[in-house]
Structure formats: structure tokens, C-alpha cells
């Protein structure tokens, strides 16, 4: 089932992803009433991280930013196949975001609107969230970006 959601995705050239598989013990989304919550989502297209590495080191700022659009849409992915249908969402509520950063890097907070940014453009109003940045040292696979989402469900 596609809706209102999966065609603004399909206006930016997107498509929703296969949910990615669980790399360790957890689910990558449960539903507890009418919210949904993501396991963290890295950036893996096709199976695999298209890159590794500290962003402000081996990774830039701009490449960063796209891997976290890649990371929401992802979790949007997640929340679908618990919730049925992304046209059920109320709102995001939250957004957390893990950087691997270089010892001098700052700019988290610009590398994860990435993420926000295609949660704002897919969902409108509803997509607007609260939200943290937070650099690391490291991350699962190497990888450069980690992002989860809380939504909340229309009711049923």
C-alpha cells in the first residue's frame, strides 16, 4: 500500500526501502500505543554503508548530509512495516542523531538536517520534530551517521 507519503517520496526521485535487517538482538521498530520507535538506521543502501569514516576526517560535512537523508529514509522504511501505511503518521515527534566525528568536528547539527530536512519534505507540518545531534567516537560498521525517529500514530 503507498500513499500521500511514498508519492512525495517518489517527487524526489526516492523510492521506500526494504526495511534493513537487525545487525544484532532488537527489532528495527516496535509500536507501543500510538507511537512508533526506530532502532538507530545507518545509512546502508543495498545492503552495505556506501562509505566509512569519521565525518570532518574521511567523510565530509556534505557527504554526511546525505547519508542521513539516506538514515531517515530508512527509518521511515521501519516505522511502515509496523505502522502499515507512513500515511498513518501524525507527527514525528523525535529525531536523535549519532555522528562519528573527528576529534574537531562541530557541525553535527548541519550533517543531521539531512535527516530532518527529508522528514519536513515527505510529511510537511507533520514532520517538523524535536530533535539531538550528537557526536561520537565510533559507530556500528564504522559508520559515519546513526539516526532513529519516534512518530506518532492517527489513531486508529
Given at each position: 500500500?503507498?500513499?500521500r507519503v511514498e508519492?512525495?517520496?517518489a517527487?524526489?526521485?526516492?523510492?521506500?526501502?526494504?526495511?534493513?535487517?537487525?545487525?544484532?538482538?532488537?527489532?528495527p521498530a516496535v509500536?507501543?500505543?500510538?507511537y512508533?520507535?526506530?532502532?538507530?538506521?545507518l545509512?546502508i543502501?543495498?545492503?552495505?554503508?556506501?562509505?566509512?569514516?569519521?565525518?570532518?576526517?574521511?567523510?565530509?560535512?556534505?557527504?554526511?548530509?546525505g547519508l542521513?537523508?539516506?538514515?531517515?529514509?530508512?527509518?521511515?522504511?521501519?516505522?511502515?512495516s509496523?505502522a502499515?501505511?507512513?500515511?498513518?503518521?501524525?507527527?514525528?515527534?523525535?529525531?536523535?542523531?549519532f555522528?562519528?566525528?573527528?576529534?574537531?568536528?562541530?557541525g553535527?547539527?548541519?550533517v543531521?538536517?539531512?535527516?530532518?530536512?527529508?522528514?519536513?519534505?515527505?510529511?510537511?507540518?507533520?514532520?517538523?520534530?524535536?530533535?539531538?545531534a550528537?557526536g561520537?567516537t565510533?559507530?556500528?560498521?564504522?559508520s559515519?551517521?546513526?539516526?532513529e525517529i519516534?512518530?506518532?500514530?492517527?489513531?486508529?
Amino acid at each position: 500500500m503507498s500513499g500521500r507519503v511514498e508519492a512525495a517520496l517518489a517527487e524526489l526521485g526516492l523510492t521506500l526501502p526494504d526495511v534493513v535487517p537487525p545487525l544484532a538482538a532488537y527489532q528495527p521498530a516496535v509500536r507501543s500505543g500510538v507511537y512508533v520507535y526506530t532502532a538507530g538506521q545507518l545509512p546502508i543502501v543495498d545492503g552495505k554503508l556506501p562509505v566509512t569514516g569519521k565525518v570532518g576526517g574521511e567523510v565530509t560535512a556534505e557527504e554526511a548530509h546525505g547519508l542521513a537523508r539516506i538514515c531517515a529514509l530508512n527509518a521511515l522504511a521501519a516505522v511502515k512495516s509496523v505502522a502499515g501505511d507512513l500515511d498513518r503518521i501524525a507527527r514525528v515527534v523525535k529525531v536523535v542523531g549519532f555522528v562519528a566525528s573527528a576529534p574537531d568536528f562541530t557541525g553535527q547539527p548541519g550533517v543531521l538536517n539531512g535527516a530532518s530536512e527529508l522528514l519536513g519534505r515527505v510529511l510537511g507540518d507533520k514532520g517538523v520534530h524535536a530533535r539531538s545531534a550528537v557526536g561520537v567516537t565510533v559507530l556500528p560498521l564504522d559508520s559515519p551517521v546513526e539516526v532513529e525517529i519516534q512518530v506518532e500514530l492517527a489513531q486508529d
